[in-house]
């Protein structure tokens, strides 16, 4: 596992047929668009390229004595026609194009999005966030231009290359013959460009992540930044990368500089070349005006070549990186007979369970305990004596190393995890709200539940209180996560959301803690009234909020050292004594 997730930091190189392989998969699913799309092509290329034939036509046509003006007419005409059928067949393969490539990109982002969502908290935790954002977004677009854009252009560029060609070879061999030099020369100058460009806009690309990467984290901690007055230093660091950015932007604008001028210069030579020589050769007036708007058509895809070239290489590495992130294998997963189960007694069960988040540094060591049902359990202990570790293992967010987890005397491993998540519900310190309203924070945009369900669950855990004082009630709107609403306020709102979901245990993780003393008393009373939902796991800072636990305990470096109710424990004289008479007094 820990080699997938190298992958996703460093982003290991894919051979780049295994990445054309995989890309032409996704391509393969639209085939009969693509295959139309490569039809009206071909037919867009052969008209695009037959239109200099009518100049040709009307010019040998106009250097006559006896100009036939009927004729000229008719050409003008047909050559009309003949534009318009064509602008009708470049709509048309636009949209077949973009009807596939966007189809196979909407597929793409759920692909990944339901990827990342089947991750454990594990692998997730070990992924940038930013990074995660990119690729379902940033790099979908660009993987979505080589669909729709890219691999079309490069096509079309190509082909109107070798056909403009045999054209002009058809029309001259001599003249065609004698340009092949030049067409030599801006080959070689384009191959060179493109290198020397690929390197600079990977820079460029490089000074841009770090630019956001900055931003998102600066702005994220802008109140943090400002109380600690540091707006100074982090003003001249982005100035350090801004600067980077703007040299490497300029540079591109150089290379292009140079670039551009140059190709056009040759394109002039040629022209030169193409009427010294023509009538050097003898062709006629049309055929030297033919040749010369030939040769801009010849031009015009050799300049583009280089971008495209690039563009291809931009979305290839995009792909690389989507199917990087796609390799990373979930780490747990339901076993095949996983059983699902509707509703639990709520019995828990520890034994000699040892568990690490790395290697070999034990978190909990050798953690056995029994809970009856509907019992409490409250545990305790210093920061970082595993805790809320504890928790986390009963809804499987991380798998155990050594013993196992039983609930209602069954190992968790053979239980569906959804099943497993439906009946645990849980409230931690840091409670979440998406946006949306209240309702929907507490319904989590589930419809099945009733308004009356709704304001029954609010009162029950006396969220009510605060909310039927709000304007708009359950409709109001959350703002930045919460901002308008206490800390309370929203530790009461997840009460509100377990509830409503009839869990048949409950995780309570510092759920009391940071709060004002008004919103306690609403807590320890709606806390009280949860006991009689299921079985109940607390973990509080404050000894008063779980005297009257059935169980209470202790816990010293991932090792049980005590277990009791209050009295026990407190005729015991140990730890949890010791830190009772800390807090008493307080
Ligand atoms: N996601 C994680 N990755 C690695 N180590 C972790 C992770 N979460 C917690 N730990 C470590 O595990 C130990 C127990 O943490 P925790 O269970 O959160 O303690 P508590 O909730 O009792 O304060 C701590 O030493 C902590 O540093
Ligand atoms: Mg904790």
Redesign the pocket.
């Known amino acids: 596992m820990n080699d997938e997730l190298e992958k996703l930091k460093g982003d290991v190189k894919l051979p780049l047929s295994v990445i054309i392989r995989r890309t032409l998969k996704y391509i393969s699913s639209e085939k009969g668009g693509f295959i139309l799309s490569l039809f009206l092509l071909a037919l867009n290329v052969l008209l695009d390229s037959i239109s200099p034939l009518f100049t040709r036509a009307i010019t040998d046509e106009l250097v006559k004595d006896d100009i036939n003006i009927r004729l000229i007419m008719n050409i003008v005409i047909l050559s009309f026609l003949i534009t318009c059928i064509n602008q009708f067949f470049l709509y048309l393969n636009a949209r077949t194009l973009q009807n596939s490539g966007q189809r196979i990109i909407y597929r793409l982002r759920r692909e990944i999005f339901e990827h990342i969502e089947n991750m454990s908290l594990?692998q997730f935790?070990e992924m940038p966030v930013g990074s995660l954002v990119t690729r379902v977004t940033s790099y979908t677009a660009s993987m979505s231009d080589l669909f729709t854009g890219v691999l079309v252009r490069i096509l079309r560029d190509v082909t109107t290359l070798v056909g403009v060609y045999v054209i002009m070879f058809f029309i001259s061999p001599s003249l065609a013959t004698s340009l092949l030099g030049v067409v030599a020369v801006v080959f070689v100058i384009s191959y060179i460009f493109s290198k020397v460009v690929r390197g600079i806009f990977r820079k460029e690309r490089a000074c841009i992540s770090d630019i956001n990467t900055f931003l998102s984290e600066n702005l994220a901690g802008m109140k943090l930044t400002q109380v600690f007055n540091q707006e100074k230093t982090k003003e001249e660091q982005f100035l350090v990368k801004n600067e980077a950015l703007r040299k490497q932007r300029f540079n591109v604008i150089k290379a292009f500089g140079v670039y551009r001028p140059l190709i056009s210069f040759i394109y002039n030579c040629s022209i030169a070349l193409c009427f010294a020589q023509g009538i050097r050769f003898g062709l006629s007036a049309g055929e030297i005006v033919a040749f010369y708007l030939y040769l801009s058509k010849f031009f015009n895809p050799i300049q583009n070549l280089a971008d495209q070239l690039n563009a291809l290489q931009k979305a290839l590495t995009a792909s690389e990186r989507i199917f990087n992130l796609l390799d990373v294998k979930p780490d747990v997963l339901d076993k095949p007979d996983a059983l699902e189960i509707d509703h639990f007694e709520g019995k828990i069960e520890f034994r000699n369970v040892w568990f690490a988040?790395?290697d070999e540094n034990w978190?909990l060591k050798d953690v056995s305990f029994v809970i009856d049902p509907k019992q409490t359990c409250a545990f305790v202990?210093a920061?970082?004596?595993?805790?809320?570790?504890i928790l986390s293992l009963i809804v499987r967010n991380y798998e155990v190393q050594k013993g196992e987890i039983l609930i209602d005397d069954i190992n968790i491993n053979d239980i569906k995890i959804s099943s497993l998540r439906k009946a645990v519900g849980q409230m931690l310190q840091d409670v979440f709200l998406f946006s949306g309203t209240i309702k929907d924070n507490i319904t989590l945009h589930d419809e099945s539940f009733t308004m009356d369900e709704i304001k029954e669950a609010c009162h029950y855990v006396n969220a009510d209180s605060f909310i039927d004082v709000l304007p708009k009630g359950v409709e109001e709107e959350i703002i930045e996560k919460g901002e308008n609403l206490s800390q309370g306020q929203r530790q009461l709102l997840s009460f509100a959301r377990t509830v409503i979901h009839k869990p048949q245990i409950l995780i309570l993780d510092e759920a009391t803690a940071n709060i004002d003393t008004e919103t306690e008393v609403l807590i320890q009373e709606s806390l009280e009234k949860m006991k009689s939902i299921g079985t109940m796991l607390v973990?509080a800072h404050r000894l008063s909020t779980i005297q009257h636990a059935d169980q209470i305990i202790v816990?010293q470096n991932g090792e049980i050292v005590e277990r009791g109710n209050h009295q026990q424990l407190l005729k015991n004289r140990g730890y949890y004594y010791k830190l009772y008479q800390l807090q008493f007094d307080n």
Do not use: P, R
């Open positions: 594990n935790n988040y790395k978190i202990g920061t970082g004596a595993g805790k809320t570790t973990v816990l």
